[in-house]
Nanobody, 121 residues
């Protein structure tokens, strides 16, 4: 099976920075898109940033210029550098990956359990 494990969440003051990391492990043939989503209390889960296996990125408008997504294909990891954090960035952040298992013809979505980011004003 596959596991996605996030790390790096915590409490930070507004204007501060945090770096989230996510490592995919298990019986993986290849990983297509990797990304970060977040869910604030009482709100739906939303896309934060995604990155293709080739390095193309896409960001939510609300984080453009403040967050940077990156990945290491050799290590099956994805990171999210978050700068100039705002209280509205407070949420549980989830790692997501489109993973192809050996012998499969298509990828499947896998999710981490989430890591809490709290930004105080």
């Amino acid at each position: 099976q596959v596991q996605l494990v996030e790390s790096g969440g915590g409490l930070v003051q507004a204007g501060g920075s945090l770096r989230l990391s996510c490592a995919a492990s298990g019986n993986i043939f290849s990983i297509n898109t990797m990304g970060w989503y977040r869910q604030a209390p009482g709100k739906q889960r939303e896309l934060v940033a995604i990155i293709s296996s080739g390095g193309s990125t896409n960001y939510a408008d609300s984080v453009k210029g403040r967050f940077t997504i990156s990945r290491d294909n050799a290590k099956n990891t994805v990171a999210l550098q978050m700068n100039s954090l705002k209280p509205e960035d407070t949420a549980v952040y989830y790692c997501n990956a489109d993973i192809m298992l050996p012998g499969s013809n298509y990828g499947m979505d896998w999710w981490g359990k989430g890591t809490l980011v709290t930004v105080s004003s």
